[in-house]
Nanobody, 123 residues
Framework: QVQLVESGGGLVQAGGSLRLSCTASGRTFSSYSMGWFRQAPGKEREFVASISQSGGIRQLADSVKGRATISRDNAKNTVTLQMNSMKPEDTAVYYC????????????????WGQGTQVTVSS
C-alpha cells in the first residue's frame, strides 16, 4: 500500500508560480507511475500531468502544456508539479495519485490518492 501526502498549495497571483510536491510512503515508489489531477468547485476531476515509473515519459494536459513540468525523484519518493504563468482557471484542489500501470491520463487507473492540496489563483 502507498500513502501519498501533497504539499505546496496556497494562494498565488495570476502569472505567478507554484511548486506542488507529493511524498509517498513505502519502498516501492519506483514501481508506480504517478499523476496529478485537479478538481475545481462544481467541476469534475481532470487530469493535469503524469510521469512514468522511471521518469522518462511525461504527459501533460493541453490546458497546462508550456506552463507545467512534472518530475520525480525515486530516491526521495517524491513527485513534483511545477506550475508557472498561473491563471485563475487553475484554481482547484490538486491531487497526487499512484498507478500500478503504464503511464496514463485516466483517473480510474490510479489506485492510491492523496488528500489534496488547495491552489487558489487570484486575478
Amino acid at each position: 500500500q502507498v500513502q501519498l501526502v501533497e504539499s505546496g498549495g496556497g494562494l498565488v497571483q495570476a502569472g505567478g508560480s507554484l511548486r506542488l510536491s507529493c511524498t509517498a510512503s513505502g519502498r516501492t515508489f519506483s514501481s508506480y507511475s504517478m499523476g496529478w489531477f485537479r478538481q475545481a468547485p462544481g467541476k469534475e476531476r481532470e487530469f493535469v500531468a503524469s510521469i512514468s515509473q522511471s521518469g522518462g515519459i511525461r504527459q501533460l494536459a493541453d490546458s497546462v502544456k508550456g506552463r507545467a513540468t512534472i518530475s520525480r525523484d525515486n530516491a526521495k519518493n517524491t513527485v513534483t508539479l511545477q506550475m508557472n504563468s498561473m491563471k485563475p482557471e487553475d484554481t482547484a484542489v490538486y491531487y497526487c495519485a499512484a498507478a500500478i500501470a503504464i503511464i496514463t491520463t485516466r483517473g480510474d487507473a490510479y489506485t492510491y490518492w492523496g488528500q489534496g492540496t488547495q491552489v487558489t489563483v487570484s486575478s
